[in-house]
């Protein structure tokens, strides 16, 4: 009988899953595992400390967990000074007997290319494995996307319902007869709720040993680690995942889209870390909020809203991201090009909204999604930021950044700079929507109902410069055409008003070109 070939594993740091399509059938008799900490992967942006923490500290635990089942498991701790993924798998085949190195598909471009770069000089052939932990395969979504006009979420997401049977009822029809609840999942806050305080996760003394490593090597990265709180192994994540199921879900759905004062997180799952680097698994959190439903622990609205960001938008942006790679990296439809002014590293800004959304944002790598895009994104798409720089800021300070979702996030849902593949307009809104979904204007130094002049929120004038500068682009747009018509009928005086204050508003917060 043929022996089997003894393969070299590489698990990369956002691959810590059983269900890792490599380990399904791993066997320790033949198999090798390799996990490291590199260089090049920690610092190819200034990531938040919080999110290095959370990797190392996860990819130590998966590789105590693997070891424990009897597999020899190769970890190279960072301060062994590995440059790269491919110095350690160079390495590792030159230190063991392996017939083959095998990968699962990285979910970034960058990466993908380093591991092609990394098998044409190894001595042993690189296997690289589709990564079946999405729902839908980068072919799935070829084939959905492929011919189409526009490529609407909507759309996808029903398919994606159909195709795992959920929220369906007995006829196969979605369950209360439509499939998009999200008209009931746009409420303000106004603080008449408690939120529930969150549970901490303590660090273990492996996570201490990463927290204090990290301090001392990435001394200038975003991220106050006395308040690391993340947990770092499948069984914690399982445990914050319930948690939120228990005391957050039944909320989610209508304060999805608030912003408070009290709370970064009000009702929020805060479970994406975990999903994307391989601690929980996409299907599971939305069966089991199905079940919620089914149970009668959570409205329909609220399990609908969940499941659709996870089954719908997660792997709807994973597939965009892979279908438009990689010139979608270089668009930049409005030419958005003004430099990303520093309190973006800082939160030193005396808007109240944006100055606490960016505060949390590098403090704790966490941002939920309407301060992601309509306080800080939408900021900044007003304001004209460059786009690759505001890019790469997202990429920095997130928990759960990665490139696969937080490029179509930023530059496609967020900059428009995708003219609008994803969006049928570009997320721009004024003072006015602020003030409408929380109450951080009541504790900022702007008034929303003012234009110009002092105290007027910068917002409102930059709204409307957004829409002078690019009229010709909105007004082929459906859904921007009035609002370009009703500016343009404004009186030539009140236009140059409010255009002379934005400009004056826009030098003084974001001073430079
Ligand atoms: P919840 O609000 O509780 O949502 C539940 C889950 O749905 C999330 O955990 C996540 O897995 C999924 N989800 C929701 N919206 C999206 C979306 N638009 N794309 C992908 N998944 C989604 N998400 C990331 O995971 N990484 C990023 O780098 C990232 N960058 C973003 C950048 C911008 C400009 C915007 C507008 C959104 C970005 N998002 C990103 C999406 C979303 O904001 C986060 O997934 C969410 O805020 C994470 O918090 P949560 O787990 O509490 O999510
Ligand atoms: C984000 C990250 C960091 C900070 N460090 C490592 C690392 O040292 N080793 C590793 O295997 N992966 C790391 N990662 C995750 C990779 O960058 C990730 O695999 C790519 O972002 C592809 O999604």
Same mark, same amino acid.
């Given at each position: 009988?043929?022996?089997?070939?003894? +393969?070299?594993?590489?698990?990369?740091?956002?691959?810590?899953?059983?269900?890792?399509?490599?380990?399904?059938?791993?066997?320790?008799?033949?198999?090798?595992?390799?996990?490291?900490?590199? +260089?090049?992967?920690?610092?190819?942006?200034?990531?938040?400390?919080?999110?290095?923490? &959370?990797?190392?500290?996860?990819?130590?635990?998966?590789?105590?967990?693997?070891?424990?089942?009897?597999?020899?498991?190769?970890?190279?701790?960072?301060?062994?000074?590995?440059?790269?993924?491919?110095?350690?798998?160079?390495?590792?085949? %030159?230190?063991?007997? !392996?017939?083959? !190195?095998?990968?699962?598909?990285?979910?970034?471009? *960058?990466?993908?290319?380093?591991?092609?770069?990394? @098998?044409?000089?190894?001595?042993?052939?690189?296997?690289?494995?589709?990564?079946?932990?999405?729902?839908?395969?980068?072919?799935?979504?070829?084939?959905?996307?492929?011919?189409?006009?526009?490529?609407?979420? /909507?759309?996808?997401?029903?398919?994606?319902?159909? +195709?795992?049977?959920?929220?369906?009822?007995?006829?196969?029809?979605?369950?209360?007869?439509?499939?998009?609840?999200?008209?009931?999942?746009?409420?303000?806050?106004?603080?008449?709720?408690?939120?529930?305080?969150?549970?901490?996760?303590?660090?273990?003394?492996?996570?201490?040993?990463?927290?204090?490593?990290?301090?001392?090597?990435?001394?200038?990265?975003?991220?106050?680690?006395?308040?690391?709180?993340?947990?770092?192994?499948?069984?914690?994540?399982?445990?914050?995942?319930?948690?939120?199921?228990?005391?957050?879900? %039944?909320?989610?759905?209508?304060?999805?889209?608030?912003?408070?004062?009290?709370?970064?997180?009000?009702?929020?799952?805060?479970?994406?870390?975990? #999903?994307?680097?391989?601690?929980? /698994?996409? &299907?599971?959190? $939305?069966? %089991? !909020?199905?079940?919620?439903?089914?149970?009668?622990?959570?409205?329909?609205?609220?399990? /609908?809203?969940?499941?659709?960001?996870?089954?719908?938008?997660?792997?709807? #942006?994973?597939?965009?991201?892979?279908?438009?790679?990689?010139?979608?990296?270089?668009?930049?439809?409005?030419?958005?090009?003004?430099?990303?002014?520093?309190?973006?590293?800082?939160?030193?800004?005396?808007?109240? $909204?944006?100055?606490?959304?960016?505060?949390?944002?590098?403090?704790?790598?966490?941002?939920?999604?309407?301060?992601?895009?309509?306080?800080?994104?939408?900021?900044?798409?007003?304001?004209?930021?460059?786009?690759?720089?505001?890019?790469?800021?997202?990429?920095?300070?997130?928990?759960?950044?990665?490139?696969?979702?937080?490029?179509?996030?930023?530059?496609?849902?967020? &900059?428009?700079?995708?003219? @609008?593949?994803?969006?049928?307009?570009?997320?721009?809104?004024?003072?006015?929507?602020?003030?409408?979904?929380?109450?951080? $204007?009541?504790?900022?130094?702007?008034?929303?109902?003012?234009?110009?002049?002092?105290?007027?929120?910068?917002?409102?004038?930059?709204?409307? +410069?957004?829409?002078?500068?690019?009229?010709?682009?909105?007004?082929?747009?459906?859904?921007?055409?009035?609002?370009?018509?009703?500016? *343009?009928?404004?009186?030539?005086?009140?236009?140059?008003?409010?255009?002379?204050?934005?400009?004056?508003?826009?030098?003084?917060?974001?001073?430079?070109?």
């Amino acid at each position: 009988m043929a022996t089997e070939a003894k +393969r070299l594993l590489l698990i990369l740091g956002d691959q810590l899953s059983d269900e890792n399509p490599l380990l399904i059938d791993a066997n320790p008799d033949r198999d090798t595992l390799l996990l490291a900490e590199v +260089r090049d992967e920690a610092n190819y942006v200034p990531h938040n400390r919080h999110k290095i923490v &959370l990797i190392f500290s996860a990819m130590r635990h998966f590789c105590q967990r693997w070891r424990e089942r009897g597999f020899t498991v190769i970890y190279r701790e960072f301060d062994e000074g590995v440059t790269s993924l491919g110095q350690a798998v160079k390495a590792a085949v %030159d230190a063991c007997d !392996v017939d083959t !190195v095998a990968v699962t598909e990285p979910g970034e471009y *960058r990466v993908l290319q380093h591991l092609h770069e990394v @098998g044409e000089n190894l001595s042993v052939p690189l296997t690289i494995a589709d990564d079946t932990r999405f729902l839908a395969s980068r072919s799935d979504f070829c084939d959905w996307a492929d011919g189409r006009k526009s490529l609407r979420m /909507e759309y996808f997401y029903r398919e994606m319902r159909r +195709r795992y049977g959920l929220l369906l009822d007995s006829a196969g029809q979605p369950e209360g007869g439509k499939w998009n609840y999200d008209s009931e999942n746009r409420k303000g806050w106004r603080g008449r709720e408690t939120i529930p305080a969150r549970p901490d996760v303590s660090p273990d003394a492996i996570t201490a040993e990463v927290i204090d490593e990290v301090q001392r090597t990435f001394p200038d990265n975003p991220g106050d680690l006395n308040a690391f709180r993340l947990a770092v192994t499948r069984e914690v994540a399982l445990e914050q995942f319930h948690w939120f199921c228990d005391h957050a879900l %039944d909320r989610f759905g209508t304060y999805q889209d608030a912003l408070a004062e009290e709370s970064p997180w009000l009702f929020h799952s805060l479970v994406s870390m975990y #999903i994307n680097i391989g601690l929980l /698994e996409p &299907l599971e959190v $939305c069966r %089991d !909020v199905e079940q919620r439903y089914r149970d009668g622990h959570c409205s329909l609205a609220a399990a /609908e809203g969940f499941i659709r960001q996870v089954l719908g938008w997660r792997e709807y #942006i994973r597939g965009v991201y892979w279908w438009a790679m990689p010139g979608y990296a270089e668009q930049n439809t409005l030419q958005a090009e003004r430099s990303l002014p520093s309190w973006f590293w800082t939160g030193d800004v005396s808007l109240r $909204c944006l100055s606490q959304a960016i505060t949390q944002s590098l403090d704790h790598g966490y941002a939920h999604h309407i301060q992601r895009l309509m306080v800080i994104g939408n900021f900044a798409l007003l304001a004209g930021l460059d786009v690759s720089e505001v890019c790469e800021w997202y990429l920095a300070v997130y928990v759960d950044a990665f490139e696969w979702v937080e490029l179509p996030n930023t530059l496609g849902m967020a &900059l428009h700079a995708d003219g @609008g593949l994803m969006a049928s307009k570009p997320y721009a809104a004024s003072g006015k929507y602020l003030q409408r979904q929380g109450d951080h $204007c009541a504790a900022c130094t702007y008034d929303p109902k003012q234009m110009t002049g002092g105290g007027a929120c910068p917002y409102n004038s930059l709204y409307w +410069r957004f829409i002078d500068r690019h009229q010709d682009y909105l007004a082929e747009n459906a859904r921007m055409g009035l609002i370009v018509g009703g500016w *343009r009928k404004r009186a030539r005086e009140e236009r140059e008003a409010i255009l002379v204050w934005a400009e004056q508003e826009l030098e003084r917060l974001c001073p430079g070109t």
